[in-house]
Each structure stands twice: as C-alpha cells, then as structure tokens.
C-alpha cells in the first residue's frame, strides 16, 4: 500500500506540472491584484487573514441574486410553455383527425 501511495502522488505531481502547463499557469500566483474597474461599497475584514478587502454590501449582493433567479425562473417557465402549446396543439390535431376518421 505504501508504494502504491508513493508511486501516485509522484505520478500525480508529474500530471499536476503537465496540466498547469497545458493551461498555462505554470506561474501562477494566488495573490492576484484587485480588479482597477471594481468600485466597492465598503470594506469588510477577511476571517482568513484578517485584513480589510473591499466588497459589495449584503442588499447590493441580494439584489443581484434575485435579478438572476427571477432572469432564469423567466426562461425556465418560458422554455416550458415553448414545449408544452406545441404538445397541446399536436395531442388536438390528433384526436380531431381520429374522429374525422
């Protein structure tokens, strides 16, 4: 069992440097500079490490969520009506011609 675990986490790593340079991040860092055209409501203190980042205030990010909830119930129910008249319409046309028949 050992060297199986020893003999996978050497072939994983060789996979992990393979992928990251297919990828292209081979030298990527984690500390990415905050965004220029990102404009904060206020700062927050980061439970992490504990310093002050900037972000969106609770109602601005509720707001968003509803507007894309509401925006994918929308084409939800939309794509179901799509589906469904044409259904309605064929299972009518249908039983008009079988009693014609």
Known sequence: MSIWSTLFL???RR????LAWHWGTLRFTKDQP??????PDRTEMDPISGQMVPGFSPSKRRN???????????????ECVLLTVPAVFAAIFVCCCVRCF
């Open 15 to 18: 996979q992990q440097t393979y």
């Open 64 to 78: 968003r969520l509803a507007i894309g909830f509401a925006t994918c119930a929308t084409f939800v129910s939309l």
């Open 10 to 12: 050497e072939f994983w």
């Open 34 to 39: 905050i965004r220029p055209m990102f404009d």
